[in-house]
């Protein structure tokens, strides 16, 4: 029996995209791993066959030397961009050594394809809708490590034939999400603040720029990404065409869930305005942005008040404090 391995299933890419796979292509098995660091086991199906492992300390032949691997997706990553100049050893090992280790495992093992998902922080600060014909110019570590790995990679399919597909995803968002992370997945942050009681902030006067994408419109191109020929070794922007201002998106949240305050902090180091082209994703993958960020919000304020009442992650000790917000202190 082929199988498919896919690295962060505990998160949201993984988790859900392993739903799919089981429920559409059947004769696949699927194999997880996840260090558990942020996401969660009871994300993951129960016909997953779960490794918990880190990519960036354990082995992994054993995994690829038991099973016939025909397909990688790499969604793995600590994908908290804001804090990544504080956490950069950290950042670094959790990004490019973890998947320098995935990448040895497709190439020692013949697997057919791996597909990476890479970030829009590649962009850094260029003239959006970024293009995949675009320079990177990423502004922070989080984004350089993503830049890392797509060269590492490129260059493995260049030395050692490895076949590959790099996906840039547009924020997604959605049904098994952590939104206890204080740090990353915007929305995210905003659901378990409301759901808590807290106001809903927002860094700076919210005119930033960002496009928001559902995961279940990201699924089966995802599968794409692996499957079809044209997506061999190419780099893809994935995610939603609709770009909103970070405050028109809070205020679209605020009356679905009947009201919240909203808070501003202090501006942070980031981006202005990000957000891509998608007509490679449509051509390519058959991606359809189907679902608006009104009904894609709808969804998860809905599976949200269901969920767990799970403690915040909050970083127990940064690696750096100078410049640090005073939000994060």
């Known amino acids: 029996m082929k199988a498919i391995v896919i690295t962060g ?30 996401g969660y086991k009871d994300h993951i199906d129960s016909r997953v066959l ?61 697997v057919g394809r791996l597909v990476f998902t890479s970030s829009m922080a590649v962009y850094g600060a260029g003239n959006p809708p970024f293009d995949e014909h675009d ?39 959605g049904i098994n999400q952590n939104i206890w992370d204080r740090y990353r997945n915007v929305l995210g942050i905003w659901i378990y603040q409301k759901l808590n009681n807290q106001p809903i902030t927002i860094f700076g006067d919210g005119s930033q720029k960002r496009a928001f994408s559902c995961i279940d419109d990201c699924l089966l191109p995802l599968w794409n990404a692996a499957v079809a020929k044209e997506a061999s070794k190419e780099i893809i922007n994935i995610g939603s065409s609709k770009e909103y201002q970070i405050i028109e998106a809070a205020k679209l949240l605020q009356d679905i869930v009947g009201g919240a305050e909203i ?11 990000a957000f891509a082209t998608h007509q490679k994703s449509i051509d390519l993958l058959g991606y359809q942005d189907n679902t608006n960020l009104n009904a894609g919000l709808v969804s998860m304020w809905h599976w949200a008040q269901s969920q767990p009442k799970r403690q915040q992650f909050v970083w127990p000790a940064y690696e750096l404090e100078n410049g640090l917000y005073q939000f994060w202190k």
Not at 9 to 38: C, F, H, K, M
Not at 58 to 81: C, G, T
Not at 141 to 167: F, N, R, S
Not at 263 to 271: A, G, I, P, S
Request: proline share 5%; charged share 15%; glycine share 6%.
């Open 9 to 38: 299933v505990a998160g949201l890419l993984g988790s859900r995209l392993a739903n799919w796979i089981l429920e559409n292509e059947p004769t696949y098995q699927v194999l997880g791993i996840d260090n558990l660091s942020g």
């Open 50 to 110: 779960f490794h918990q492992l880190d990519l960036a300390k354990d082995n992994l032949d054993p995994i690829f030397s038991a099973h016939n691997v025909e397909f990688v997706f790499h969604f793995a990553a600590y994908a908290a961009e804001g804090l990544s100049p504080f956490i950069r050893k950290y950042n670094y090992t959790n990004n490019v050594v973890a998947t320098a280790n995935v990448v040895n495992a497709c190439i020692a093992h013949g």
């Open 135 to 173: 320079i990177p110019n990423p502004i922070d570590p989080y984004g350089i490590a993503k830049y890392a790995c797509e060269m590492d990679i490129q260059v493995a399919g260049q030395q050692h034939g490895l076949d590959w597909c790099i996906i840039r995803p547009h924020n997604v968002y």
């Open 263 to 273: 808070k501003f902090l202090e501006k942070r180091h980031e981006v202005h305005a």
